[in-house]
């Protein structure tokens, strides 16, 4: 990675009983001694409780106070 305080985190889970599936790429660079900023892409079931029927992707980009 370019920067020494960078930290990338990829989440996959799956099922072979029904075929969904989901995966997460998280990515955060430091930004100081407070904290970091980070983006997050999610594809696939079930990110939250609303959306365990249905197929949805999402892009998010924020603040973490401690990583």
């Known amino acids: 990675f370019p920067w020494r305080n960078s930290l990338l985190d990829v989440m996959g889970r799956g099922s ?3 075929g969904r599936g989901a995966v997460q790429v ?3 660079v430091e930004i100081g001694p407070l904290g970091a900023v980070f983006f ?3 594809n696939g079931y079930a990110e939250s409780l ?3 029927n249905r197929s949805v992707t999402r892009v998010g980009v924020g603040v973490a106070l401690q990583r």
């Open 16 to 18: 072979t009983a029904s």
């Open 40 to 42: 997050r892409v999610f």
């Open 50 to 52: 609303i959306d365990y």
């Open 26 to 28: 998280d990515y955060s």
